[in-house]
């Protein structure tokens, strides 16, 4: 019988000989990120793909490492390379325990980017369970479910995903019993 040696390092042992920010996020590693700060690493450093550590840790789906640099003062109005905020990137990959954090430390859930879409609509525009499940976190943070992009689409007009769409016509419904629930009569008291 042969031994093949084994070696098992920790992911805070592995960055203690030289931080990589971006990989500690990834590893959803609170302390391997702390560790990173500690020997000088920039909470902010934009990396490949023009992303800061709390976009990147948005856009891979890890809730501590984006909870950890929420608490450290990550500046959460950093874009990533094409202007996309956190809040964005929590609605297009379907994050919604992201979402809620975003939300909870202050950041607009009705951010509007350049191209007319809120993080509402890139939820809508998701596939999967994940999608809805951030749409609706989305709706408890008081966006409206017919919030319109600037062409004018609501979530509704999007989506091709069932959940979503059950979502927002139980929501639709709601609305139909109280009006004031709507973004369009929001609108028509406003504008008419």
């Not at 109005?77 to 979402?99: L, N, V």
């Not at 992009?149 to 019993?177: F, I, P, V, Y």
Request: proline share 5%; glycine share 10%; hydrophobic share 35%.
């Amino acid at each position: 019988m042969k031994f093949v040696p084994c070696v098992i390092v920790t992911w805070g042992a592995l960055f203690a000989q030289g931080a990589d920010i971006h990989a500690a996020v990834r590893a959803n590693d609170p302390a391997a990120i702390q560790a990173a700060l500690d020997e000088g690493e920039d909470i902010n450093k934009i990396g490949q793909g023009g992303q800061t550590p709390l976009m990147h840790g948005v856009l891979t789906g890890n809730p501590e490492s984006v909870k950890f640099l929420l608490d450290a003062k990550a500046d959460a109005s950093i874009p990533e390379k094409d202007g996309y905020t956190p809040m964005h990137g929590a609605g297009f990959q379907g994050r919604s325990q992201i979402a809620r954090l975003l939300v909870a430390h202050g950041l607009d859930p009705r951010d509007r980017h350049t191209d007319g879409y809120t993080p509402i609509h890139r939820a809508c525009w998701g596939n999967e369970q994940r999608h809805a499940d951030t749409v609706r976190a989305f709706l408890k943070a008081g966006v409206p479910f017919d919030e319109l992009s600037d062409s004018g689409q609501s979530c509704m007009d999007m989506t091709g995903n069932e959940a979503t769409m059950k979502l927002l016509k139980k929501r639709a419904e709601k609305a139909k019993k109280n009006p004031s629930d709507s973004e369009a009569c929001r609108r028509c008291l406003f504008f008419c």
